[in-house]
């Protein structure tokens, strides 16, 4: 008996010994937003949770925070955009032309994804937080190179 519970105590005490993984999982209020990259419209947070969105191949996950009224320009990428809406009203368009009339909103909860150049649009209607996964690496390819951020217009 004695030595079966030196081995639950040795067993317990080693696995609470043992620290989970850094930055693995999150609650949200530890989630690490910054601001958005050069090729996303400024005014929005991003945060990184899992992968590299940049990398050359590999997985990623991102939450983009956006403030009301928030606009990304129709574009396209080259790989597949899954998109979850974890809080607010994301309203989204298909198309060249970014017409506000055409969007379809999309509450918290709501799931999409969009399948490599389909040319789409979107808009926060309210403070939206959405999360993306797909594979890296993430490119924004703006339908209107007028639209690129920091392009002259």
Do not use: C
């Not at 989630?31 to 969105?53: K, R």
């Not at 940049?54 to 080259?78: E, Q, S």
């Not at 808009?123 to 007028?146: I, K």
């Amino acid at each position: 008996m004695n030595s079966l519970l030196v081995l639950v105590l040795f067993t317990v005490s080693t696995f609470a010994s043992v620290q989970a993984p850094a930055k693995n999982a999150f609650t949200p209020d530890q989630i690490p937003y910054g601001p958005v990259p050069a090729f996303i419209p400024a005014g929005a947070q991003l945060a990184v949770l899992e992968g590299d969105p940049t990398a050359a191949t590999g997985d990623f996950t991102i939450r983009l925070k956006m403030p009301d009224g928030y606009r990304l320009p129709p574009h396209w990428h080259p790989h597949r955009e899954n998109v979850t809406v974890v809080s607010g009203n994301f309203k989204v368009g298909m198309g060249d032309t970014f017409d506000e009339s055409k969007m379809k909103t999309f509450a918290a909860g709501s799931f999409a994804f969009m399948d490599p150049a389909m040319h789409h649009y979107a808009m926060a209607s309210g403070e939206v937080v959405v999360q993306v996964h797909g594979m890296s690496p993430l490119q924004f390819n703006y339908v209107n190179p007028s639209d690129q951020p920091g392009a002259k217009k």
